[in-house]
């Protein structure tokens, strides 16, 4: 009877510490996960890559005077080559892996322009 007793106690007693125990902890410190920085550190570069054609319009369309595109233009590529080296150092190889990808994608998108030159070509024959 008295070991029924203790165990019931020993059960009880882990089961309140088990829900008591995340209420009484210090809070841990959440750092946003690594793939939620490189994301971020991503769309800044992307935003600062687009910046940087936007103003090349801008001074193509003559809005811009050639003083203040060379001012611009400078501190903008300054601003996306940092962000591309802190991609780089987070990630060694994004940048790579990245142009890897893009000359992929240009050289499925050739091989499928040809086919469709090809079929074109053949109705064109009939």
Avoid: C
């Amino acid at each position: 009877m008295w070991a029924l007793l203790l165990f019931i106690s020993v059960v009880s007693a882990a089961a309140i510490g088990y829900v008591i125990w995340p209420l009484v902890r210090p809070p841990s410190v959440q750092h946003p996960a690594a793939g939620e920085e490189l994301a971020e550190l991503m769309t800044r570069k992307d935003a600062a890559l687009q910046a940087v054609r936007e103003l090349a319009f801008d001074h193509s369309v003559g809005k811009i005077e050639d003083a203040d595109f060379e001012r611009f233009n400078r501190l903008l590529r300054q601003r996306a080559m940092g962000l591309m080296r802190q991609i780089d150092q987070y990630e060694p190889g994004t940048l790579q892996l990245e142009e890897a990808l893009e000359e992929e994608i240009a050289a499925f998108r050739r091989v499928g322009e040809a086919y469709s030159d090809e079929g074109r070509g053949r109705l064109r024959e009939e």
